[in-house]
């Protein structure tokens, strides 16, 4: 999500390479100073210093916050627990009292003699970390001493109440083999030392930073330059090899939104030995978290190539179309987002929902996946969303609500209905406006009015949808904003497509059988056969031929289909070598009532109206 977070990090002396007269100047307006040191880290534990400026304001009681919460993440974490050792010191070095006012405030007492010069702390990192709530890795820590470090700030660096919106100037002192990867504001690196600027708090969280061994590389895509950043645990991965799987991706959303709405975006990527259950310790920890110029990333290493490249793809398409929203369209909530008590946006249906469409569609349109692919995609998010709520509920109540725990359980599904309700939005704005206008066209045209700068108020954005569609607003009033079944036959029918939630039919099948290929792909091996296979097949059996058709690498897998999923009652014929001697064996397949659920089929003969809708939706080149 959109977070503008800006961070100061102490200046300390002695630059290896001095500061100019004018980046002095430059510094000078920064209100708090953070200083972070990577080169001293002790089980698996940083410190950090904060000096606070002169605007700091002269209350008794001043409070230095961590946030209870990450934007985007939508989950209570309560960084404050990982900070161990809190002390505060005025200028003559005396320390002063601190009080834990709670798990994420710390208060400083300060008299007429003793004034806040300078707090210091020490921090656990959070992927060693297994106590609840266990943090989300994209969003978290990692202290790996002279090998990782990821910097996500909700968990590094804290502010003062009062100034959350000052500027921030950070110093991270480092190995000098050490390569910093991120999108924040640098004005001045060297081998041991790197200083960086935010303009408030909001845009320092906004702007990890991943320190390792440089593994980058960098293109451009039309007006933007995209940069990645590898870390790969155990070496496997690498960011020319990532480079190939997001260049198509960044191809197809360029595709998609016609021009590029950012300068330049950088993918900052974590790669996890899968056999690491100290760091791998959720499956839900895989993912990534979007940020106005960046995403994070932590995936687990893979050999398989094309599996790599399909969760990269996957995964990158969502982050990176947060570009559109909430980057330039978005809420109050967002744009001051409060990290102690947070008031949460009631429209995940567009932050999440539509841009979880948007990146399906981007690989619809640019021909990286079919036209099946993206129904199946389709018809899985309807199954999964039946599967993990039963009855229909309001997108915005669940939305404004998502911080309660039964919330929280469910928060996925907004990936899988707030994806299918944008998609039904689409096909109404398509159809209503004969083409003129989609949801991706809405969207771009509210993000000019408003714009990163520009928020909108929360419950004013269906009235400011109903000013340009009144079709768009009548369904997210009736859908969106209550408890009722998205219409998926009516709106899935006008496309074309056949949409049965239940439905009864005749299979076929062999009986119980597992294959193999045999290492040249000339027959396939029968792993495991049950007894109630009418083609008296026995493990280890090769089968050479179907039906006088012999097996061959470019047959075996339709074979293989055809043997475990027939598609009707007529016998087959099989030859197969069992033991050194070639047998002849004939079966036919046991009709065997099935139930089938969500069914979603493309209709055979399109109408002129259901063809010239898919068009204008999945674009001339895919619709053929």
């Known amino acids: 999500m959109l977070f503008r977070i800006f961070v100061s990090l102490a200046i300390a002396l002695n630059f290896a390479v001095p500061l100019t007269a004018q980046q002095m100047a430059n510094l000078s307006k920064y209100s708090t100073e953070f200083s972070i040191d990577l080169r001293n880290v002790n089980d698996d534990q940083i410190s950090v210093s904060v000096i606070p400026s002169v605007q700091l304001p002269n209350r008794d009681t001043v409070v230095f916050i961590m946030p209870a919460i990450v934007p985007g993440t939508y989950a ?3 960084f404050g627990r ?13 320390e002063m009292e601190t009080i834990r006012k709670s798990i994420n405030e710390f208060a400083i007492v300060q008299t007429a003699a003793q004034r806040i010069h300078s707090l210091k702390y020490r921090l656990k990192d959070s992927f060693d970390d297994t106590t609840k709530p266990v943090i989300f890795q994209p969003c978290g820590t990692s202290f790996q001493q002279d090998t990782n470090f990821l910097l996500n700030f909700p968990g590094v660096c804290g502010y003062f109440d009062g100034l959350k919106l000052s500027p921030i100037v950070l110093t991270i002192d480092k190995p000098e083999f050490l390569y910093a990867a991120t999108s924040l504001h640098s004005q001045a690196r060297n081998a041991e030392r790197d200083i960086f600027t935010a303009e408030t708090y909001d845009e320092l969280v906004d702007n990890p930073i991943m320190y390792s061994r440089a593994d980058t590389t960098s293109y451009r895509e039309g007006n933007a330059i995209i940069s990645i950043a590898v870390y790969s645990m155990s070496g496997k991965v690498k960011a020319t090899q990532v480079a190939e799987y997001i260049k198509p991706l960044t191809d197809a959303v360029h595709q998609l939104l016609g021009e590029m709405p950012v300068e330049h975006y950088s993918f900052i990527m974590y790669f996890a030995n899968p056999f690491r259950g100290d760091i791998v310790h959720s499956a839900m920890g895989t993912g990534a978290l979007e940020h106005s110029y960046c995403s994070v990333y932590f995936l687990t290493e893979m050999d398989n190539s094309p599996a790599l490249a399909s969760m990269i793809q996957h995964t990158g398409s969502h982050e990176f179309l947060h570009i559109l929203v909430p980057l330039h369209l978005h809420s109050r909530e967002i ?13 995940l249906w567009l932050y999440e929902g539509a841009t979880e469409y948007f990146s399906h569609l981007a690989l619809l349109k640019s ?10 995609r389709m018809k899985q998010k309807i199954s999964m969303s039946a599967l993990m709520s039963k009855k229909p509920f309001s997108l915005t109540e669940f939305s404004r609500n998502i911080l309660l725990e039964q919330n929280q359980q469910l928060y996925p599904i907004i990936y899988e209905k707030g994806a299918l309700s944008a998609f039904i939005l689409d096909i109404l704005l398509n159809e209503t406006t004969r083409g003129k206008m989609s949801l991706l066209s809405l969207v771009q045209n509210l993000s000019a009015e408003y714009g990163p700068n520009k928020p909108f108020d929360d419950d004013k954005l269906f009235d400011i949808i109903g000013k340009v569609s009144q079709p768009a607003e009548q369904y997210l009033l009736h859908y969106v904003d209550s408890a009722r079944e998205l219409p998926i036959e009516e709106y899935f029918s006008k496309i074309g497509w056949n949409y049965i939630p239940h439905q009864t039919i005749t299979a ?13 792909s000339t ?19 090769d089968v050479l031929s179907l039906n006088s058709k012999p097996v061959t690498p470019g047959a075996i ?10 598609s009707m009652a007529q016998a087959a014929i099989i030859t197969v070598k069992r033991n050194g001697q070639v047998l002849t064996l004939t079966g036919a397949p046991s009709p065997k009532e099935q139930q089938r659920n969500y069914v979603v089929e493309q209709i055979p003969n399109l109408t002129d109206s259901q063809l010239q809708l898919q068009k ?4 001339t080149k895919t619709i053929k």
Do not use: Q
């Not at 990982?82 to 005025?90: L, Y």
């Not at 990290?339 to 946006?345: I, L, V």
């Open 557 to 566: 897998a339709d074979v293989e289909n055809a043997l475990t999923h027939p």
């Open 335 to 347: 744009d001051d987002f409060d990290f102690r008590t947070p008031k949460m946006s009631e429209h």
């Open 76 to 78: 209570r974490y309560d």
């Open 367 to 376: 021909g990286l996946i079919s036209l099946d692919e993206f129904r199946s």
């Open 508 to 520: 076929y099948s062999f009986g119980t059988l597992k294959f193999k290929p045999s290492s040249d």
């Open 82 to 94: 990982f900070i161990t050792d809190f002390h505060a010191f005025c200028a003559d070095g005396s």
């Open 523 to 541: 027959a396939l091996n029968v792993v495991f056969s049950f007894s109630d296979n009418t083609l008296k097949l026995e493990e280890n059996d």
């Open 616 to 619: 204008w939706i999945f674009g």
